[in-house]
């Protein structure tokens, strides 16, 4: 959810996207970057820790290799009426703040699920998508995300105007091994980052997340490839996530973060 370092509509996605086409006929399973995509996919697939937890609360602190710090707050709410969330992102080192509040929810048509999203944050930023899945184990996906190209604090990391390829396999016992791909357009047609996550359940409840990035464009005239990655660890009612992102957001700049959280 990015001024000078962060502030722009240069950057990123809402991990949105939407429908690749219905030359395809895919509509995938979330409209979140990546990495956020896969755990609010995993968070869907639980719907009894939905229904006895429907509260996710996270905290970020972000810190930039010029040594600028930000910090952000965000509140999920979920219910039949999908996934509701406001956040807030301040950063006196770089004078940036800014509220966002938004909405989600996964349709399960058949064999096909399909996630709309839509987010709107102060100074006027207005955002949407809608991404699709279709398949079992293995699947396929697409999704498409358009902005109004106000600025807006991109703290989802992938450009926001963009299109999403995906592909992967879920196993029986809640795996998840999937690649994705997303390619900018309009303002951000240069831009691309392809995505290897793996999640894997374990004992007591416990979920592993690992995501390792690979991002392609232009930065400050010249092109670069970097690649970045991100671990998470979820307890049933706490987890963490800890990430490096190398000209994060397709700035001069490197970034560490983490994130910490709970639900109830």
């Known amino acids: 959810m990015s001024g000078a370092r962060i ?3 240069r950057s990123g996605i809402c991990p949105a996207a939407a429908l690749l086409g219905a030359a395809l006929v895919l509509l995938p399973g979330d409209a979140r970057a990546a990495g956020q995509a896969a755990d609010a996919q995993a968070d869907a697939e639980h719907t009894a820790q939905k229904e006895e937890m429907p509260f996710k609360a996270t905290a970020g602190i ?6 600028a710090l930000g910090f952000d707050v965000n ?12 956040g807030y992102y301040d950063s006196n080192d770089t004078d940036q703040r800014q509220g966002r509040v938004g909405w989600d929810r996964v349709f399960v048509l058949g064999p096909v699920r399909v996630l709309p999203t839509a987010q709107w944050a102060s100074g006027g930023f207005l955002g949407g ?4 899945e279709v398949g079992w184990p293995w699947f396929v996906g697409g ?3 358009r902005t109004n190209e106000k600025p807006y604090v991109n703290l989802n990391f992938d450009p926001n105007d963009a299109w999403l390829v995906s592909a ?3 196993g029986e016992d809640g795996s998840v091994a999937m690649l994705q791909w997303i390619i900018g357009e309009r303002i951000n047609q240069d831009q691309q980052v392809v995505h290897a996550i ?9 979920r592993l997340t690992l995501d390792v990035s690979y ?7 010249e092109t670069i490839s970097k690649v970045g990655a991100s671990v998470g660890y979820d307890w049933p009612r706490f987890y963490v996530r800890i990430a490096w992102d190398p000209k994060v957001n397709f700035t001069s700049d490197d970034m560490w973060r983490m994130q910490i959280g709970m639900r109830f």
């Open 215 to 221: 991002k392609h464009g232009p930065v400050e005239g």
């Open 129 to 132: 998508a809608v991404a699709a």
């Open 143 to 145: 999704g498409y995300g």
């Open 198 to 206: 793996y999640r894997r359940p374990l004992a007591g409840g416990n």
């Open 7 to 9: 502030l722009g509509p």
């Open 62 to 67: 972000y810190r930039y290799s010029g040594g």
């Open 75 to 86: 509140l999920r709410y979920s219910s039949w009426l999908g996934n509701l969330w406001a």
């Open 168 to 170: 992967g396999h879920r």
